[in-house]
């Protein structure tokens, strides 16, 4: 699938950037919420400064990746728990027949 070569405007910047062309429709939605959130922080604080909005952003999905840390996180006992119920469900399911 190669790469491709795309030009994505961030806070008024032309960015080019060299991607794999499954990340596109990621890379072009990340896009939009970065500009998405730089016009809220614009229209609500009286920041100008691409910089600082810049900044403001980085902070919120950082914030927002930490808060989601523990969330995705899986108990290994858990897993294996579960892997040894299936397993017996399968060797009781083949017995079976």
Known sequence: MGNLSIKLTIANRV???SIKRSDEEN???ATKLIENSIK???ENYSVRDKQDLLAMC???FANQVVSDEG???LDDNSVEEKL???E???AEYLESK
Do not use: H
Request: glycine share 0%.
């Open 58 to 60: 980085a902070l919120q």
């Open 84 to 86: 040894v119920e299936l």
């Open 71 to 73: 969330k995705f996180v």
């Open 88 to 90: 017996q469900e399968i």
């Open 27 to 29: 890379v072009r939605k």
């Open 40 to 42: 809220d922080y614009e």
């Open 15 to 17: 960015y080019p950037l």
